[in-house]
């Protein structure tokens, strides 16, 4: 048997986008527990990014429907790190053109196409998280987490509605 004192725990961070001003509850459970969480944009109002800072640290960042004064003051891009992983965020993949190899990057969590989706290109995991929102077309109804373990970092994402 090994010991994990030394170690850190492992970091849960939720991952959610594209809500279009609808709060589920399936969404808060599902987010419940987290020790962040990121929204990638398509808030569409406040009181979106209220209750979800009930639950952990919020980070989110300004999608293309975040109109208003409200929204002016939140970032088209954000950064953060979690233990040793630096996670960039962007509502529009398309926005994004490259990710700089040297700036430490492993993560980028973006949201816009409704559409969930992990991919690893050139050491970079990229995490769409789909949508939260009210369903689009025939595309799930989803959330995401990452797990972060020092360096180390996984994705998942699951549909909050059956």
Not at 76 to 87: G, P
Not at 97 to 123: L, N
Request: charged share 20%.
């Amino acid at each position: 048997m090994t010991s994990r004192s030394s170690a850190s725990p492992a970091a849960r961070i939720g991952l959610i986008s594209d809500t279009h001003n609808l709060v589920r509850p399936e969404a808060l459970r599902y987010l419940d527990g987290c020790d962040a969480i990121v929204h990638a944009g398509d808030i569409c109002n406040p009181a979106v990014l209220d209750a979800l800072a009930r639950i952990a640290p919020l980070t989110a960042v300004r999608g293309n429907n975040d109109t208003g004064d409200w929204a002016a003051s939140l970032p088209t891009h954000a950064r953060l790190t979690v233990q040793q992983v630096t996670i960039l965020v962007v509502h529009d993949i398309a926005e994004l053109g490259c990710v700089p190899q040297d700036e430490g990057i492993r993560v980028v969590v973006s949201g816009h196409s409704h559409k969930p989706s992990i991919a690893e290109r050139d050491g970079v995991l990229y995490v769409n998280p789909g949508s939260a929102g009210p369903r689009r077309f025939t595309l799930p109804v989803c959330a995401g987490r990452l797990i972060v373990e020092g360096a180390q970092v996984s994705a998942t994402f699951d549909a909050l509605l059956r």
